[in-house]
């Protein structure tokens, strides 16, 4: 362990990073406790010999409805996975594959140059097998403009992924209208949900989406599952892309992990009941904290002022280093460009797609706030930023 901070009242720094993840709810760590001893629902959920299994599919089978009531689909459609990584490989391979099934050359695949990196590096694996990609600029704030989509859409485009909420910016692109867009060219829209379930409403009938990626650990479930929804009427037809024992449905084999499948479960049904109260009340704290920071000197908002989901708050601070700004500010768990590239040095690809010079890309936090937030954390965070910044435009 590293020495505790000094100026800290908290034990820790504040956690302001749940965009990257987020804490397993008790509720939900309760739930997957059940699910892993000898006197708990500890059985393969496949077993079909036996009350352990039947128990354990049980489970799992109230799980799925859990997730599906969250999207407003039917249990049915929801492919348990590893996560909104392997959901997104599903969707996209396992579109692709059945596309190339059926035609020998062609197949256009449209995507927005800011999605995450689990869209964008299976689109440019694709790209390698011969298929064609267009990358759609999104605006200044992060926003994919339907007229956009519909000029790159093509005879042979097949699928369109584009994600609600930038896990970077936090701006929440129109899916519903894009959807439309995709629905009238009979096209395959997929979207990437990771970072809006929970916070936003979702519903793949009103918002015309086919297939749909969601991750439990962004909203208080565990890490290492999601989900893929794929539309039963009318159909889609995707490719597996794990083969071996013919699990859910011959989409994805594998044992299917109980307690997993369980924690997600729970944490949809907490997401789904509090979506009425809990954006509402993480958005409050959100703004008090742009308030407490929004006059420093050089500071600027990345994103669209209020086309954001809930937690999100992006924030370039220009004459600051990027490097000394995160080092002195660690009093905060925060991220600079997203948590996914945070081993690199690279320029956040979101943040240069906007138009943020490099030096303004460096200069850039993100802090995202969520359940456990509080407003005394979110008191203290501005006071330090205003501290920090203060002292770095000094020198
Ligand atoms: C976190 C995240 C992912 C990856 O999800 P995992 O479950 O960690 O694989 C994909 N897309 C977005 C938008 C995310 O925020």
Request: hydrophobic share 40%.
């Amino acid at each position: 362990m590293k020495p505790i901070p000094e100026s800290s009242p908290f034990r820790k720094p504040v956690y302001l990073d749940y965009a990257a993840t987020t804490p397993v709810a008790p509720e939900v760590a309760d739930a997957m406790m059940g699910c892993l001893t000898l006197s708990g629902n500890f059985a393969n959920p496949a077993s079909r010999s036996h009350v352990y299994g039947w128990q354990a599919e049980e489970a799992v089978e109230e799980a799925r409805g859990q997730v599906a009531a969250l999207i407003h689909a039917d249990p049915r459609e929801i492919v348990w996975t590893s996560g909104a990584t392997e959901a997104n490989n599903l969707a996209l391979k396992g579109a692709a594959a059945r596309y190339r099934e059926a035609h020998t050359e062609g197949g256009h695949i449209v995507v927005s140059a800011i999605e995450h990196k689990a869209v964008l590096d299976p689109a440019q694996w694709l790209e390698q097998q011969g298929f064609q990609v267009t990358r759609l600029q999104p605006d200044q704030y992060g926003r994919v403009h339907g007229s956009a989509l519909r000029d790159a859409l093509r005879d042979d485009t097949f699928l369109v992924s584009i994600m609600h909420v930038n896990n970077e910016l936090g701006t929440v692109n129109d899916i519903a209208g894009l959807g439309a867009i995709c629905r009238a060219h009979a096209c395959l829209f997929h979207v990437d949900a990771a970072q809006s379930a929970g916070k936003l409403g979702l519903d793949v009938q009103q918002q015309s989406v086919d297939l749909l990626s969601l991750s439990a650990h962004k909203m208080y479930g565990p890490k290492g599952i999601g989900a893929l929804y794929v539309r039963r009427d009318p159909a889609v037809k995707i490719a597996a892309q794990i083969h071996g024992g013919g699990h859910e449905r011959g989409y994805r084999s594998g044992t299917l992990a109980t307690h997993q499948c369980v924690g997600m479960g729970k944490a949809a049904d907490l997401a789904r009941e509090q979506l009425s109260e809990e954006p509402v009340r993480i958005a409050t704290l959100r703004d008090q904290l742009w308030q407490g920071i929004a006059d420093l000197p050089g500071i600027s908002l990345n994103g669209h002022p209020e086309a954001r989901a809930c937690g999100h708050l992006n924030v370039a601070f220009a004459g600051c280093d990027g490097e000394m700004l995160l080092l002195s500010l660690r009093d905060l768990a925060v991220s600079t460009g997203s948590a996914c590239n945070s081993a690199s040095i690279a320029p956040s690809y979101v943040l240069k797609a906007i138009g943020l010079a490099d030096d303004l890309a460096h200069a850039s936090v993100r802090f995202s706030l969520g359940r456990y937030t509080t407003a005394d954390e979110i008191a203290f965070a501005a006071e330090h930023i205003r501290q920090v910044v203060k002292q770095l435009q000094k020198q």
